[in-house]
C-alpha cells in the first residue's frame, strides 16, 4: 500500500436500507480526509464501518502498524457521573497500559492545562470537553484520528480552537486526519481530500477546490449551498 488506507467497492447497510455501495477512496499517510454530505447518508456509519464497528461488504485496508484514534459524534456517558477529567484520562490509560507522561503529551497535543483535569466533566465548556475527547482518543498513540463532527456543540470561539488543534496535530506531527464536518470553509481551508456522501447513494472524492463547486454541493445536497473562504486560506 502506498497510503494509509483503501477502500475499494464498500457497500453498508443498516436494516434494509443501503446507505451506500461500491464506494472506493484512498487516504495519504499524513493526510485530512473531510467526509461531509446531508444528514442521513452515512458518514457516522462509514467511520463505524472503518474502524470495524459495522458489518460491511467490499475491501477496507489499513496500512500495517496502523493504529487507530476515534472520537465519536456522542458519546454514551452521563455528564453528571461524579467524575472529572483525571479520572476520565486515567481510566483509558490504565486499559491501553501508558503512563502519565503521555496523558501529559496528549494534554499539550490538545492544548488543556492539567489543573483543567480537576474539573468535573460536568462543568466543563462544550470546547473543552471535546479536547478531552480528543486527548481520550491521543492516549495509545495512534497515527491516524477518525472525529466525527468534534466542534459539534461548541461556541464558534471554540469550535476555531478545535479546529487549529486538528489541524496541528495533522499538518506538524504528522496525523492522519479523517474528519466528519458541516463546516465547508473548514473543509475547504484544511482538507487534503474530501469524500462528499450524497443520497441516492451518489458519491464524489476529489481535492476541496474541485469538490466544493456550486454545481457539486448542488448535486449532493439538494439544493444551492455556499460558504465563506477565509482570506488565510
Not at 45 to 67: C, D, E, F, M, S
Not at 195 to 222: H, K, S, V
Request: glycine share 10%; aromatic share 6%.
Amino acid at each position: 500500500m502506498n497510503g494509509v488506507l483503501e477502500v475499494e467497492d464498500l457497500t453498508v447497510s443498516l436494516g434494509e436500507s443501503e446507505l451506500f455501495r461500491r464506494l472506493d477512496f484512498s487516504v495519504a499517510r499524513g493526510s485530512a480526509l473531510a467526509i461531509i454530505g446531508p444528514n442521513g447518508v452515512g458518514k457516522t456509519v462509514l467511520l463505524r464501518a472503518l474502524i470495524g464497528a459495522l458489518p460491511y461488504k467490499g475491501k477496507i485496508r489499513w496500512a500495517a502498524n496502523t493504529r487507530l484514534g476515534y472520537v465519536p459524534q456522542k458519546l454514551d456517558l452521563d455528564r453528571d457521573l461524579p467524575v472529572n477529567g483525571r479520572d476520565f484520562l486515567n481510566a483509558k490509560a490504565a486499559l491501553v497500559n501508558v503512563k502519565g507522561e503521555e496523558i501529559m503529551r496528549a494534554l499539550r497535543s490538545v492544548g488543556l492545562e492539567e489543573a483543567q483535569l480537576s474539573q468535573p466533566i460536568d462543568s466543563m465548556s462544550g470546547g473543552q470537553f471535546q479536547r478531552l475527547l480528543v486527548a481520550f482518543a491521543l492516549l495509545g498513540k495512534p497515527n491516524v484520528l477518525l472525529l466525527d463532527e468534534p466542534a459539534a456543540g461548541v461556541d464558534e470561539p471554540g469550535q476555531e480552537q478545535m479546529n487549529e488543534v486538528i489541524h496541528r496535530m495533522q499538518s506538524v506531527e504528522g496525523m492522519t486526519v479523517l474528519l466528519v464536518s458541516h463546516d465547508l470553509s473548514v473543509v475547504y481551508r484544511y482538507a487534503d481530500q474530501v469524500l462528499c456522501l450524497g443520497r441516492g447513494q451518489n458519491a464524489c472524492f476529489g481535492a476541496p477546490r474541485e469538490m466544493l463547486t456550486p454545481q457539486m454541493l448542488y448535486d449532493i445536497y439538494g439544493s444551492p449551498v455556499s460558504f465563506h473562504v477565509h482570506d488565510a486560506a
